[in-house]
């Protein structure tokens, strides 16, 4: 029993590797840069070995996806945790998509590829089914929250609208928001992640008010409820962000000083 559980151990450790060797080079070369022989070149294993593992470029791209999938299910599971209404529980779930987005943009923009044909084509049936698991995880707490909402009076569901869909106009908002202001910015830029931050939050609040999803934002401060999510769920992230956007001012400044600006 115990040498299976080493090898278990080892064969997970060293996906793991090759999971952060691809997502280095995609964050020089691009996601259209990354090959199995750049993989193969950088690590200590046989190509043979590495395909053991990925059976090709789109299994591991599908790894590298549900890697952060499952961190991000870690994330909305604390999210849904948060002590308030059903609809600021919504909104910590989307400040903490945001932060993961602005902590792993590589993995976050990797949804996108993950659902093209060619990739699903080329990809394992156990990593595909990991995949679509995965997605269950993430709308899980959703549709949980629309359910109480439902049950409380704070939502009231219109005829032509199921859950589900409440749930997609939420993610496919949440993620056009974010991708649209973190791919103005610099790469690895922080310096704006507070308006970014409130940008998120205020689409947020307009899709909800539009949803009629109660209490409506004129009827509560969010704003307070924000700096309550940021501290009593996601104090570590939100710290990692702070610390990322005052290494880029303090770069900033010292490109200025060199140049005399």
């Known amino acids: 029993m115990s040498p299976r559980i080493v090898n278990t151990e080892r064969l997970l450790a060293r996906e793991q590797e090759l999971i952060e060797t691809a997502l280095s080079i995609m964050e020089q070369d691009g996601t259209a840069g990354l090959t199995m022989d750049k993989v193969v070149a950088r690590v200590p294993y046989s190509k043979g070995t590495v395909y053991n593992h990925f059976c090709s470029r789109e299994d591991l791209l599908t790894g590298i996806c549900n890697a952060g999938m499952a961190s991000l299910a870690e994330l909305f599971t604390r999210a849904a945790a948060f002590q308030g209404t059903t609809r600021e529980r919504l909104l ?8 993961h987005a602005l902590l792993d943009p590589t993995r976050f923009m990797l949804v996108i590829s993950a659902k093209t044909a060619n990739l699903i084509e080329r990809t394992s049936e156990r990593r595909l089914t990991a995949h679509y698991e995965l997605e269950g995880r993430l709308m899980g707490p959703m549709l949980k929250l629309v359910d109480e909402a439902i049950a409380t009076g704070e939502l009231t569901l219109a005829p032509h609208l199921s859950r589900r869909q409440i749930v997609f106009t939420n993610w496919a908002g949440s993620f056009g928001a974010i991708s649209l202001l973190i791919s103005s910015q610099d790469k690895c830029s922080c310096r704006d992640a ?68």
């Open 92 to 99: 910590a779930i989307h400040c903490a998509y945001l932060l």
């Open 194 to 261: 507070l308006d970014t931050q409130t940008e998120v939050f205020n689409h947020a609040n307009l899709l909800l008010d539009g949803m009629l999803w109660q209490p409506l934002a004129r009827e509560w401060d969010y704003d307070s409820t924000l700096k309550r999510i940021r501290t009593e769920i996601l104090p570590r992230e939100s710290a990692l962000i702070d610390k990322l956007g005052e290494d880029v001012q303090c770069q900033e400044k010292m490109s200025n000083l060199k140049t005399g600006g």
